[in-house]
């Protein structure tokens, strides 16, 4: 049997043993940078915490996108892989080729 996820990687290492849903919570974090003035002020309103996350990359990104959120900064990709790079947390998200992945939504015609 295929492990959810490999254990030696450093994105994942430290996951919960409780269920996850990787596919959901990076479609989460893509659609609060696709279109932050929609879903932010929803999510704060919803209560999202970084414990909504089970990932801790993606936790660190909550963290990162509310701190921005709340200061009133931008939030998209360029501003949030540079706040990254700056806090010398990039690679705790895999990089800039897997934040990519993280925050990548596919748009299908007529979805939305």
């Known amino acids: 049997m295929t492990s959810f996820h490999d254990p030696s990687s450093a994105v994942l290492a430290g996951c ?11 479609g989460v974090l893509a659609l609060l940078v696709m279109d932050p003035a929609t879903y932010m002020p929803q999510a704060v309103t919803f209560g999202v915490t970084e ?3 089970y990932i801790p990359a993606h936790q660190l990104l ?3 996108f509310l701190a921005r ?3 009133n900064l931008p939030l998209d990709i360029i501003s949030i892989t540079q ?4 806090m010398r947390q990039l690679d705790a998200v895999g990089g800039e080729r897997r934040l990519g992945g993280h925050l990548h939504v596919h748009h299908h ?3 939305f």
């Open 62 to 64: 909550w963290r990162l």
């Open 51 to 53: 414990d909504f996350f």
């Open 69 to 71: 959120y709340n200061a």
């Open 16 to 26: 919960r043993d409780i269920p996850q849903a990787p596919g959901p919570e990076k």
């Open 83 to 86: 706040a990254l790079a700056d």
């Open 109 to 111: 015609r007529g979805l």
